[in-house]
């Protein structure tokens, strides 16, 4: 069965490094998530991507951040200069055009700790 | 901006009994709501789409409500088992799909 998968599992930084979070959505999927999740909190949306370009993007993704479709497959995600409070789980997920029920699937997470 | 509740104390329910979870919104009623289910260390994954014209939707054991009225949907799960044992989540939707998520239900399944 098809699934998104995140690299690297786990990833541990010094606060004001560059972090680059790496995903590989669903192959025939046309819409791209990234959520973070601190822990203990809820899930939290950070934008959606389509078509090459960002549709929507909430207050937490600021210009710290940025999103790039480099190739046909990768999808990732980018923190110029983390800081502590970035410390979180990041989801990437995905969703196929014309689904019934607009599913959006999940992959494991990249759990991001900025020291 | 949109709030939205879910039980927030965890739920102990025996085995066979049915474990029902409460999501409350304020504001605008979405187009629709899906529920997740949630696995310690886990991305979310999807269980069930109610969209708002419809006041009840039913997958094996999961039973969704969806009341516009009281702004308010319930989820069932029917002879519940322990391997039920997870986090639940609900989640409107809006825009371009984006899903603004409740912080979540535990949900404890003894047998």
Known sequence: ?115 | SQKIEQNSEALNIQEGKTATLTCNYTNYSPAYLQWYRQDPGRGPVFLLLIRENEKEKRKERLKVTFDTTLKQSLFHITASQPADSATYLCALVKGYSTLTFGKGTMLLVSP
């Not at chain 1, 934008?47 to 999808?75: A, C, H, L, M, T």
């Not at chain 1, 599913?103 to 020291?115: A, D, I, K, M």
């Open chain 1, 1 to 115: 069965e098809p699934e998104v998968t995140q690299t690297p599992s786990h990833q541990v930084t010094q606060m004001g490094q560059e972090v680059i979070l790496r995903c590989v959505p669903i192959s025939n999927h046309l819409y791209f998530y990234w959520y973070r999740q601190i822990l203990g909190q809820k899930v939290e949306f950070l934008v959606s991507f389509y078509n090459n370009e960002i549709s929507e993007k909430s207050e937490i993704f600021d210009d710290q951040f940025s999103v790039e479709r480099p190739d046909g497959s990768n999808f990732t995600l980018k923190i110029r200069s983390t800081k502590l409070e970035d410390s979180a789980m990041y989801f990437c997920a995905s969703r196929g055009r014309g689904q019934a029920d607009n599913e959006q699937f999940f992959g494991p997470g990249t759990r991001l700790t900025v020291l």
